[in-house]
């Protein structure tokens, strides 16, 4: 497999030619086909002292499924951050690589100034806060355009009606989860409600708020988080972000009951946004975006079970808890739905 390491031609192409050195430290794989370092960089004539360093995040225009997927994030740091209204790390470099083609990102280091939990974790109360607030600020920024290819689209366009019980039972067949008999009833629900949000107003999704994706402040306070690592950055209804936290591996964000956790969300958002749903119509486009994403993640789910990562990976341990998560919140919501319709 193709990589592209960070060398001093790199950094002098960013910083200049003062930079005389220049040690990097792999700290992240992710998926396979990107890759993150965190960057020391020695500067010429300054002995042995160093600057801050950077983190670097290489992507493998061959990896991702589409070349849109693969240009995604670089492109969103070009066009769509400077524009928004969130905290953010400082972009230095943003670049194709002739020879490789390699997407390179070079940018700030949070970690001297933020904490940056270890996955798996569990936010506390006071942390998932600052991650509300950050989704509240994200969701109403103003961007001039959400129309770009490069855009994960809706998951609402990603549903295969007719391969959703086939993805299941791939599962079912491994072992892995047990019998679904109301996942008619959530696909059912699920199309009825595609139809009524179809021309719902979107926002722009970060599609990936884990613990490792959202810096901590030292000031919880009054401080959103830092939102980083925008690789499934994309389009929808706000609830999709919302309906994420309660399906993510480990659990993490689940130390405030879900009533709460939207409650809260809502209130910060008022803070910011005179235009919120009444509290029936939140219910409503909150449990839409719980199917939808719940039903998405079959395909994920099917595909891991045909093709697992190897015992001890990352991506292991990630689907390990994915699994039953998925399951559980399938049943739950098939519950929900059920007691709509008496």
């Not at 990896?63 to 769509?80: H, M, S, V």
């Not at 209204?85 to 470099?93: E, G, K």
């Not at 700030?108 to 904490?115: G, I, M, N």
């Not at 803070?271 to 509290?279: G, K, L, N, Q, R």
Request: charged residues 20%; hydrophobic residues 40%.
């Amino acid at each position: 497999m193709q990589t592209f390491e960070p060398n001093l031609d790199l950094f002098r192409q960013a910083f200049g030619n003062d930079i005389q050195d220049c040690h990097a430290e792999l700290i992240k794989i992710a998926l396979g086909w990107s890759r993150v370092y965190r960057v020391t960089l020695t500067p010429v004539g300054q002995g042995h002292s160093t600057r801050d360093p950077v983190i670097v995040k290489t992507i493998d225009p061959n990896g991702p499924p589409t070349p849109l997927e693969a240009e995604r994030e670089l492109r969103f740091y070009q066009t769509i951050l400077p524009g928004l209204c969130i905290p953010r790390p400082q972009v230095y470099f943003l670049a194709i690589d002739q020879s490789t083609g390699f997407h390179i990102i070079v940018m700030q280091d949070l970690s001297s100034t933020h904490r940056i939990p270890a996955h798996p974790y569990q936010w506390t109360c006071d942390e998932l806060k600052s991650v509300l607030r950050a989704y509240a600020y994200l969701h109403t920024s103003a961007v001039d355009r959400l129309d770009y290819a490069w855009l994960a689209p809706r998951h609402e366009n990603l549903l295969n009606f007719e391969k959703i019980p086939e993805q299941v039972a791939v599962v079912q067949h491994a072992g892995i989860w047990k019998e679904l008999p109301e996942l008619s009833d959530l696909i059912a629900f699920v199309r009825e409600s595609c139809q009524k949000y179809a021309s719902a107003k979107v926002t722009l999704l970060h599609g990936d708020t884990t613990p490792a994706n959202a810096p901590l402040p030292r000031d919880l306070d009054s401080q959103p988080v830092t939102l980083i690592d925008w690789q499934d950055v994309g389009v929808g209804m706000a609830e999709f972000d919302l309906a994420y936290l309660d399906l993510q591996p480990f659990e993490s964000a689940r130390l405030i009951p879900r009533s709460e956790l939207l409650d809260l969300y809502w209130h910060l958002r008022a803070e910011i946004d005179s235009d919120i749903p009444c509290a029936e119509e939140r219910r409503a486009r909150q449990l839409h975006a719980d199917v939808v994403t719940a039903l998405w993640l079959t395909t994920p789910a099917s595909h891991v079970t045909l093709h697992p990562y190897p015992e001890g990976s990352y991506p292991h341990m990630h689907w390990a808890s994915q699994y039953g998560i998925v399951y559980n919140r399938l049943k739950t919501l098939a519950q929900e739905i059920n007691k709509m319709s008496f």
